[in-house]
């Protein structure tokens, strides 16, 4: 379920569409992020020498990766969102019938 900030938040993310959220979020957030943490973390605790093409495989399949990432979290995203729009369009629906359907009436 969404709280009222992520809602907020995912709203905003939504409006520029599913390819702008999966660039930014998945390539750039996850794939880039993960690929330059894999280099650092290789780098402190390996002995061998950074070569181009162990610099350059990472930063390839890991932005791949994060083009899936990106998309899988757009959906899951969607659906929470759709469900606390259905929940509250729902709610507001169970309160009309309870005043019936006159808002405010009591």
Do not use: D
């Amino acid at each position: 379920m969404l709280n009222s900030c992520r809602y907020t938040r995912w709203e905003r993310a939504r409006t520029g569409g599913q390819t702008r959220f999966m660039l930014l979020w998945g390539v750039l957030g996850w794939g880039v992020t993960a690929a330059i943490l894999m280099q650092v973390v290789l780098h402190v605790f390996s002995s061998e020498r950074a070569s181009l093409a162990n610099v350059i495989l990472p930063l390839t399949v890991f932005p791949i990766g994060g083009i899936f990432w990106g998309v899988g979290m757009w959906r899951v995203m969607e659906r929470k969102y759709r469900g606390r729009l259905q929940e509250s369009s729902s709610t507001c629906a169970v309160g009309h019938a309870k005043t019936g359907g006159r808002p405010g009436a009591s």
